[in-house]
């Protein structure tokens, strides 16, 4: 424990070294009081010599998180009386990092006096450009990182919404890793292209003799899932007669391998993602009701890239840092721009490949506007090549889908398809 301020309650400021957490004694007034050494070793000391505000030593501000536009756990918790939880950006010794805010309020009398503000770093996210698997402070993202923290340590089944390279599967890693199965195993079904009988024997395994070609007996990814995470991904594209077996998988944890008589039982935790409007597709009958309810219980929004502008320059320098770690790279102010203005229909993905371009392209380490210039035309299509009847029918499509706002069915009735045809050349 280390006091803060003179008027500090010993009592109280003794209860912060039962906590297995950084932890700090707070006033009604966001006065900072004591702290325990895990505060001190993971957020730095706190000079005890002036007034400390919890809103100035965690974020630099002059004025409380709710009045510089962020939630506010302590008011929150003042107005309920009971714990609150926000996830912020604070200022660290190692820079700035996502932490997992808990507001724990002290009552005298029926009174609320102090607070006990417990602060858990994230692990899955930087709020600036390093190693970490995924990088950004925006709105958009800190939602997303916000619900992946929340739903991690339970069992829940999760759905993750969001385009293609999105960063879909980073969370559904972060979510298994964050999970009491993470020593566990995390398998991965890409369910895109699947026929009937790959899916079987994928999912289900098989044993000696089921099929031409079946020579010794292979167990599929619903056992090796047992006591871990099994990850569907892309599960909107899972043809309608599938789904009926996926669904009695997950409703009574029991399969049988393809070709066996002997039923088997798994238990895991389900994590869904695809790019696809699921409820559409219901309403379209083509993805059952019923499995669409077993995999929505907690679903989280991916954003795409143009709902988190504000994070290209940290995605951008930690891509490049990763792209060529022997080489320094810099990107003009120009060049920076040019990225956040660009349109990125494959999301980080896409941003990754301008910028490995970039590394190749380049005289020097600096990547002005110049080069950025060559990335985006290299994939164009050259003046002496004609476009194929697919590429021409896939911009035909497109033009249609963003002249009528996504409206599918009017889209389909026009261009003289069925709507699941038209599902289909979108996503090929």
């Given at each position: 424990?280390?006091?803060?301020?003179?008027?500090?309650?010993?009592?109280?400021?003794?209860?912060?070294?039962?906590?297995?957490?950084?932890?700090?004694?707070?006033?009604?007034?966001y006065?900072?009081?004591?702290?325990?050494?895990?505060?001190?070793?993971?957020?730095?000391?706190?000079n005890?010599?002036?007034?400390?505000?919890?809103?100035?030593?965690?974020?630099?501000?002059?004025?409380?998180?709710d009045?510089?536009?962020?939630?506010?756990?302590?008011?929150?918790?003042?107005?309920?009386?009971?714990?609150?939880?926000?996830l912020?950006?604070?200022?660290?010794?190692?820079?700035?990092?996502?932490?997992?805010?808990?507001?724990?309020?002290?009552?005298?009398?029926?009174?609320?006096?102090?607070?006990?503000e417990?602060?858990?770093?994230?692990q899955?996210?930087?709020?600036?450009?390093?190693?970490q698997?995924?990088?950004?402070?925006?709105p958009?993202?800190?939602?997303?990182?916000?619900?992946?923290?929340?739903?991690?340590?339970?069992?829940?089944?999760?759905?993750?919404?969001?385009?293609?390279?999105?960063?879909?599967?980073?969370?559904?890693?972060?979510?298994?890793?964050?999970?009491?199965?993470?020593?566990?195993?995390?398998v991965?079904?890409?369910c895109?292209?699947l026929t009937?009988?790959?899916f079987?024997?994928?999912?289900?395994g098989?044993?000696?003799?089921?099929?031409?070609?079946?020579?010794?007996?292979?167990?599929?990814?619903?056992?090796?899932?047992?006591?871990?995470?099994?990850?569907?991904?892309?599960?909107?594209?899972?043809p309608?007669?599938?789904?009926?077996?996926?669904?009695?998988?997950?409703?009574?944890?029991?399969?049988?391998?393809?070709?066996?008589?002997?039923?088997?039982?798994?238990?895991?935790?389900?994590i869904?993602?695809?790019?696809?409007?699921?409820?559409?597709?219901?309403?379209?009958?083509l993805?059952?009701?019923?499995?669409?309810y077993?995999?929505?219980?907690?679903p989280?929004?991916?954003?795409?890239?143009?709902?988190r502008?504000?994070?290209?320059?940290?995605?951008?320098?930690?891509?490049?840092?990763?792209?060529?770690?022997?080489?320094?790279?810099?990107?003009?102010?120009?060049?920076?721009?040019q990225?956040?203005?660009?349109?990125?229909?494959?999301n980080?993905?896409?941003?990754?490949?301008?910028?490995?371009?970039?590394?190749?392209?380049?005289?020097?380490?600096?990547i002005?506007?110049?080069v950025?210039?060559?990335?985006?035309?290299?994939?164009?299509?050259?003046?002496?090549e004609?476009?194929?009847?697919?590429?021409l029918?896939?911009?035909?499509?497109?033009?249609?889908?963003?002249?009528?706002?996504?409206?599918?069915?009017?889209?389909?009735?026009?261009a003289?398809?069925?709507?699941?045809?038209?599902?289909?050349?979108?996503?090929?």
């Open positions: 424990m280390r006091i803060i301020a003179r008027e500090t309650n010993n009592d109280m400021a003794n209860m912060l070294d039962g906590y297995e957490h950084p932890a700090i004694l707070v006033t009604v007034d006065k900072i009081l004591a702290t325990n050494d895990l505060y001190a070793e993971r957020f730095g000391e706190i005890p010599k002036k007034t400390n505000y919890c809103y100035q030593v965690s974020h630099g501000y002059t004025k409380p998180c009045q510089a536009g962020e939630d506010c756990p302590l008011m929150a918790a003042k107005s309920s009386r009971r714990k609150e939880r926000v912020h950006i604070h200022q660290t010794p190692r820079g700035k990092e996502h932490v997992d805010v808990e507001l724990l309020p002290i009552t005298e009398n029926g009174e609320v006096k102090f607070f006990v417990l602060l858990k770093p994230v899955i996210a930087s709020a600036e450009d390093s190693n698997n995924w990088v950004g402070n925006s958009a993202f800190n939602r997303a990182i916000a619900l992946i923290t929340r739903v991690g340590p339970s069992d829940a089944a999760v759905l993750l919404l969001g385009p293609s390279g999105s960063g879909k599967e980073l969370a559904a890693h972060a979510i298994h890793n964050a999970s009491l199965r993470k020593d566990n195993a995390m991965t079904l890409e895109a292209g009937e009988s790959l079987e024997s994928e999912l289900f098989y044993v000696k003799g089921a099929f031409t070609g079946a020579i010794h007996d292979r167990p599929g990814l619903a056992e090796a899932a047992n006591g871990g995470t099994l990850f569907l991904d892309e599960i909107g594209d899972i309608y007669p599938l789904q009926v077996k996926l669904l009695r998988l997950l409703e009574t944890g029991t399969y049988r391998p393809v070709g066996s008589t002997e039923s088997k039982t798994t238990l895991f935790r389900l869904c993602a695809t790019h696809k409007n699921i409820e559409e597709l219901v309403e379209k009958d993805f059952r009701q019923d499995l669409y077993r995999i929505n219980v907690f989280i929004h991916i954003p795409a890239l143009q709902e502008i504000e994070d290209i320059p940290i995605i951008a320098k930690t891509l490049l840092k990763r792209i060529t770690p022997n080489t320094d790279f810099i990107l003009t102010n120009t060049a920076m721009n990225l956040k203005q660009h349109h990125y229909r494959g980080v993905r896409e941003l990754r490949n301008i910028l490995t371009r970039a590394t190749v392209l380049a005289n020097t380490n600096v002005d506007n110049h950025l210039e060559q990335c985006f035309n290299i994939s164009e299509t050259p003046e002496n004609e476009p194929n009847l697919k590429e029918e896939l911009r035909y499509l497109e033009k249609l889908m963003q002249r009528y706002k996504d409206d599918k069915e009017k889209v389909a009735e026009i003289g398809i069925s709507v699941r045809s038209l599902y289909r050349k979108l996503s090929d």
